[in-house]
């Protein structure tokens, strides 16, 4: 079973970037998306951003669209979130996971859409 390792978080001052990755291991991701989720203290974990492995189609949810890029490494199966201009409300614990790819057009993009889960990496935005 694939495994998910996410690393990168920290602590930024707000106007600045955090990469973050995820390296997957123990299976093939060809037929999956890799997606990302933030859970902030005290709200539901909610949807970032995914990218298709196979075609490379990238989602985000609204706050993301100008400011985050998902992309992702064939060669190291590895997935990026590269976040620039964060804000304090962008303080949350960052989430990589996977779910299969069925090609739909527009694909199920919630938490309970995808399994498993990699353990988390904090990112906290100062102000």
């Known amino acids: 079973q694939v495994q998910l390792a996410e690393s990168g978080g920290g602590l930024v001052q707000a106007g600045g970037s955090l990469r973050l990755s995820c390296a997957a291991s123990?299976?093939?991701?060809?037929?999956?998306?890799l997606g990302w989720f933030r859970q902030a203290p005290g709200k539901e974990r909610e949807f970032v951003s995914a990218i298709s492995w196979s075609s490379g189609t990238t989602y985000y949810e609204d706050f993301a669209k100008e400011r985050f890029i998902i992309y992702r490494d064939n060669v190291k199966n590895t997935v990026y979130l590269q976040m620039n201009k964060l804000k304090p409300e962008d303080t949350a614990v960052y989430y990589c996971a996977m779910k299969y790819d069925y090609g739909f057009a527009v694909p199920a993009l919630t938490p309970a859409d995808f399994g498993p889960w990699g353990q988390g990496t904090q990112v906290t935005v100062s102000s």
């Open positions: 123990g299976g093939s991701l060809s037929s999956y998306f």
